[in-house]
C-alpha cells in the first residue's frame, strides 16, 4: 500500500486531538487548576479523520480491502477491518505515539470501517478494549480534590441537554488518567417521578463491566481520589 503524505509531527497530532492551535505552547500540557486540557473525543476523531493525509490513507486502504470481500462474508470483513487496523497504525507511528502519550497509555488509535458506507469510516481513540464508550478525556496533574471535580464537571457538561424520558435516562461518560492509570466514570440523569429537576447520579468504572454503585458528585470526587491515592487520600481532601 502506498505511504501516506509527508508525516505529521507528533506535536501537531496533538494539536489536533486537543483542538490546541496555540503557537508555541505545549499542547495537551496541565493548568494550573491539576488537569489537563480536556478532550473531546467525539470532536478529536472528527479532527483526526479530516486530516488530508487520513483521509487519503482511508479511501484507498479502504478500497483496497473491499475489493477481497464477497457479499455479507462476516469473518472476510473482519479480517479486512484487523489488516486495515494495523496498517493505519504502521502509516501514522506519529499519531500512535501522541494518542499513546495525550492518555498516559489508556487510550489506543482505532478504527471504525464501514465497506458500504465508505464516507462514514473514521479514525477514533479506544478505551478499555472498545468496551467502554466515553465522551470526554480528561488527565490528572495530581489527584487533588479539586481537579477531580473540575474533572468531572467536564464528563457531565456532556450530558445530552434535552430533559430525559421516563425509563430513558440522559448518559455521558468520561476517562480520567493519573500517572497512567485510569478510571472510568458514567453520569446518568434521570426523569423525576414528580415535576421537578432530574435526578443525577454518577458511577465509577475501573473496568468494564465492574461498575460501582451510583454517587453525588461529591461522593464520586472522593471515590476518584481515593482510586488515585489512596495513601494519601485524607491530605487531597483537604483542598
Known amino acids: 500500500m502506498p505511504p501516506p503524505d509527508p ?3 507528533r506535536a501537531d497530532w496533538t494539536r489536533r486531538l486537543f483542538a490546541d492551535e496555540t503557537p508555541g505552547e505545549t ?28 483521509q487519503k490513507w482511508l ?20 479480517q479486512a477491518h ?4 494495523r496498517d493505519l497504525k ?10 499513546r502519550e495525550a492518555t498516559g497509555g489508556c487510550g489506543e ?6 465497506p458500504l458506507h465508505p464516507n462514514y469510516s473514521k479514525v477514533y481513540l479506544s478505551f478499555f478494549d472498545d468496551a467502554f464508550d ?15 471535580r473540575d474533572a468531572l464537571r467536564a464528563v457531565r457538561e456532556a450530558l445530552p441537554k434535552g430533559e430525559p424520558f421516563a425509563g430513558q435516562p440522559n448518559e455521558a461518560a468520561g476517562v480520567l488518567e493519573h500517572d497512567g492509570r485510569c478510571l472510568g466514570v458514567r453520569y446518568r440523569e434521570r426523569a423525576s417521578e414528580k415535576e421537578g429537576r432530574p435526578r443525577r447520579s454518577v458511577a465509577l468504572v475501573p473496568a468494564p463491566g465492574d461498575e460501582t454503585d451510583e454517587h453525588t458528585d461529591e461522593q464520586a470526587a472522593r471515590g476518584v481520589v481515593a482510586y488515585f491515592a489512596p495513601e494519601e487520600r485524607e491530605r487531597w481532601y483537604e483542598r
Open 7 to 9: 508525516p505529521t509531527e
Open 27 to 54: 499542547p495537551g500540557a496541565p493548568t494550573g487548576d491539576g488537569s489537563r486540557a480536556v478532550m473531546l473525543l467525539a470532536e478529536a476523531s472528527e479532527r483526526i479523520t479530516a486530516h488530508p493525509a487520513v
Open 59 to 78: 479511501r484507498e486502504a479502504g478500497f483496497e480491502a473491499a475489493r477481497g470481500l464477497r457479499g455479507g462474508d462476516a469473518m472476510a470483513q473482519a
Open 82 to 85: 484487523g489488516r486495515m487496523a
Open 90 to 99: 504502521e502509516q501514522f507511528p506519529t499519531l500512535v505515539e501522541a494518542v
Open 109 to 114: 488509535l482505532a478504527l471504525q470501517w464501514r
Open 134 to 148: 466515553p465522551d470526554v478525556f480528561c488527565a490528572l496533574r495530581s489527584p487533588a480534590l479539586s481537579a477531580v
